[in-house]
């Protein structure tokens, strides 16, 4: 099973930026697609950018134009870039992995394996 460990996470002022890591342990990592999402306690988990093994990428509404995916296939590893931070977008921060979109988009409606998560916090 791929274990997926979530690191970067902190407090930043409104228009700061964070660059959010996610190490991913197994060989499938470089075929499958890669997504970051982010949980507000008492909210549901919304899934906020996605990558795929060729380097599409997606957006959510919320995020487009200020976050940035990105993957190192090389060093197993997925990237979020996170600027012009607001503070609604304080949350909990998790990656997953899936065959492909659908299998992301499945992910919030399936329990299942998560990683521990790492808390951005935007405030003054």
């Known amino acids: 099973q791929v274990q997926l460990v979530e690191s970067g996470g902190g407090l930043v002022q409104p228009g700061g930026s964070l660059r959010l890591s996610c190490a991913a342990s197994g060989s499938i990592f470089r075929t499958n697609a890669m997504g970051w999402y982010r949980q507000v306690p008492g909210k549901q988990r919304e899934l906020v950018a996605t990558i795929t093994s060729s380097g599409s990428t997606n957006y959510a509404d919320s995020v487009k134009g200020r976050f940035t995916i990105s993957r190192d296939n090389a060093k197993n590893t997925v990237y979020l870039q996170m600027s012009s931070l607001k503070p609604e977008d304080t949350a909990v921060y998790y990656c997953?992995?899936?065959?492909?979109?659908?299998?992301?988009?499945?992910?919030?409606?399936?329990?299942?394996?998560w990683g521990q998560g790492t808390l951005v916090t935007v405030s003054s």
């Open positions: 997953n992995t899936g065959a492909g979109l659908d299998a992301l988009y499945r992910k919030l409606r399936e329990s299942g394996y």
